[in-house]
Antibody, heavy 118, light 108 residues
Framework: QVQLQESGPGLVKPSETLSLTCTVS????????CSWIRQPPGKGLEWIGY???????NYNPSLRSRVTMSVDTSKRQFSLNLSSVTPADTAVYYC????????????WGQGTLVNVSS | SYELTQPPSVSVSPGQTARIPCSGD??????AYWYQQKPGQAPVLIIY???ERPSGIPERFSGSSSGTTVTLTVSGVQAEDEADYYC???????????FGGGTKLTVL
C-alpha cells in the first residue's frame, strides 16, 4: 500500500518561501504523478499542481508564478516551493498520488498545516 | 478560470436520500470524481469516472452524470455520512485539475 507523508516547517514568515517535502513509501515512485493540494482553514480544496517522476510539471495558472516542484527519485521524495507567501497562503498542504494526468487522487498524505505569520 | 459549482450545504434526516449536484461546462466531456472529507482528515475517494465506486466504499454511495451536471447520491443516509463532499474534474482541455467548492452534508 502506497503511503505519502508531508514534512516541512509549520510556520513561515510573509514574503519568504514555503518549502515542503512528500516522502513516498510502500510503492514505486515511478508509477504515478504527485500533486500538491491545499486547503485554507474552513475552506475548500485548491489544486496547486503536479510533478511526474521524470520531472515534468504542470501548475495551476493562478499560482504558476510562485510555484516550483521537484523530485528526488533516490530519496523517493517530491518537493514543493511556494515563494513570496502571504497570510492567504496559510493552509493544510496535502500531497496526493494519481495515475492519470488529471484523474482522481488514489493516495493522500495526512496533510501538514503551514501558517504564514510574522 | 474554470469552476465547478456545488451547493454549500445539504441536509437530510437519517434513512433519507441526499443528492449533491456539481455543475460545470467541461463536465460534458471530462470525468468527475467525488471525495468525502471528515474533520481533521484527508479526503477519501468515493466515486471515480462519474459513477464507479472504489472497493470498500458502501453501495449507498453512487454517482451519475447528465450533460454538464454530475450528482452524488447517498441512499439511506447514516449519521456517519455527515461530512464535506467535493467534486473534482478537469478543464475542457484536460490540462488542469479543478475542485468544486464543497458541500457540507448534515444529517439531522
Amino acid at each position: 500500500q502506497v503511503q505519502l507523508q508531508e514534512s516541512g516547517p509549520g510556520l513561515v514568515k510573509p514574503s519568504e518561501t514555503l518549502s515542503l517535502t512528500c516522502t513516498v513509501s510502500g510503492g514505486s515512485i515511478s508509477s504515478y504523478y504527485c500533486s500538491w493540494i491545499r486547503q485554507p482553514p474552513g475552506k475548500g480544496l485548491e489544486w496547486i499542481g503536479y510533478i511526474y517522476h521524470s520531472g515534468g510539471t504542470n501548475y495551476n495558472p493562478s499560482l504558476r508564478s510562485r510555484v516550483t516542484m521537484s523530485v528526488d527519485t533516490s530519496k523517493r521524495q517530491f518537493s514543493l516551493n511556494l515563494s513570496s507567501v502571504t497570510p492567504a497562503d496559510t493552509a493544510v498542504y496535502y500531497c496526493a498520488g494519481h495515475i492519470a494526468v488529471t484523474g482522481h487522487f488514489d493516495y493522500w498524505g495526512q496533510g501538514t498545516l503551514v501558517n504564514v505569520s510574522s | 478560470s474554470y469552476e465547478l459549482t456545488q451547493p454549500p450545504s445539504v441536509s437530510v434526516s437519517p434513512g433519507q436520500t441526499a443528492r449533491i449536484p456539481c455543475s460545470g461546462d467541461a463536465l460534458a466531456k471530462q470525468y468527475a470524481y467525488w471525495y468525502q472529507q471528515k474533520p481533521g482528515q484527508a479526503p477519501v475517494l468515493i466515486i471515480y469516472t462519474d459513477s464507479e465506486r472504489p472497493s470498500g466504499i458502501p453501495e449507498r454511495f453512487s454517482g451519475s452524470s447528465s450533460g454538464t451536471t454530475v450528482t452524488l447520491t447517498v441512499s439511506g443516509v447514516q449519521a456517519e455520512d455527515e461530512a464535506d463532499y467535493y467534486c473534482q474534474s478537469a478543464d475542457s482541455s484536460g490540462t488542469y485539475v479543478v475542485f468544486g467548492g464543497g458541500t457540507k452534508l448534515t444529517v439531522l
